[in-house]
């Protein structure tokens, strides 16, 4: 068994069962599936996100496999993720509860409590305008360089998010938003993996994840630039010559990617 507690935690679960205690948690309930339950709760005036597994079964790990999907086992790949992105510097979520019992990934019971990130609000939310009104030109380069930055560092550091879309860049909104003092964080990384390097596979599927997700907010080529410079920390001509294939292969699945959600909307 895995057990790391902090406060209000470890104080409140003193003497308990923190398995019990952590499924006993009321709130709003975000996601509920089979073996994965989300919800955000408040305690002591403080809100936290939970993320309860109780794990998937053989049939539903089997399945994944077979149709080239690596199953979530519980929530060690996050707490791990989040380990790794603190060290690294990238700014992100932070973990204050994290427990996991059994060696089974098939049943194993494994949570992970964060502390909730506000006022926020997303990338995707906030540029959900920008096509029709763009955002100060500095503004928008800003942030471009900081989800690049981001980015490059996380895979740097030997994680690869799985989910690697604007929606999950948090932009902090306590203090008004400007190009000189902005402030982001990566989040939900329950499908990170967390190795010594990224492997190129995964790295791409990241970048076209995150590129089709900002497909629709007005992006210029100058735009897509200037990320690549922010994220390989390279000469622009060098990137240009060395990644001629990631760039054709991006534009190729996002073009895919795009024309399937024109299809299927919002069952995508």
């Known amino acids: 068994m895995k057990l790391l507690l902090s406060e209000p935690f470890k ?3 003193a003497g308990k069962d923190p398995f019990v205690e952590v499924e006993a948690l009321q709130g709003q309930v975000y996601r509920e599936l089979e073996g994965r339950r989300t ?9 936290y996100f939970v993320k309860i597994h109780r794990g998937i079964g053989w049939g539903e790990i089997l399945k994944n496999l077979l149709s080239a999907k690596l199953p979530v086992l519980g929530a060690g790949q996050e707490w791990r993720a989040l380990e790794r992105l603190h060290r690294a510097g990238v700014p992100t979520m932070t ?3 994290y427990g996991e019992r059994g060696v089974n990934p098939a049943t194993q019971h494994s949570f992970i409590v964060t502390e909730e990130l506000a006022p926020t609000v997303s990338l995707e939310d906030f540029s959900l305008d920008w096509s029709r009104n763009p955002p100060a030109p500095a503004l928008k ?3 471009i360089a900081e989800v690049a930055k981001m980015t490059g560092t996380m895979h740097r550091a030997g994680v690869n998010h799985r989910d690697c879309y604007i ?3 948090l932009l902090h909104t306590d203090r008004a938003v400007t190009a000189g003092d902005l402030r982001l964080s990566l989040i939900d990384l329950h499908r990170a993996q967390t190795r010594d390097a990224v492997p190129r596979r995964w790295r791409d ?4 994840g995150l590129y089709f997700s900002a497909l629709d907010i007005g992006l210029t080529r100058r735009d897509e630039l200037r990320f ?10 060098q990137i240009l010559r060395e990644e001629q294939r990631l760039l054709a292969w991006l534009a190729r699945r996002a073009d895919k990617l795009y024309a399937r959600k024109q299809r299927y909307g919002d069952a995508l």
């Open 205 to 208: 599927k990241d970048l076209a």
């Open 167 to 169: 929606c999950h860049f």
């Open 95 to 97: 973990a204050v509860a």
């Open 39 to 47: 919800l955000r709760t408040e305690i002591e005036g403080r809100g």
């Open 228 to 237: 690549l410079r922010g994220y390989f920390r390279l000469p622009l001509r």
């Open 141 to 143: 380069r800003a942030l």
């Open 11 to 13: 104080r409140l679960w």
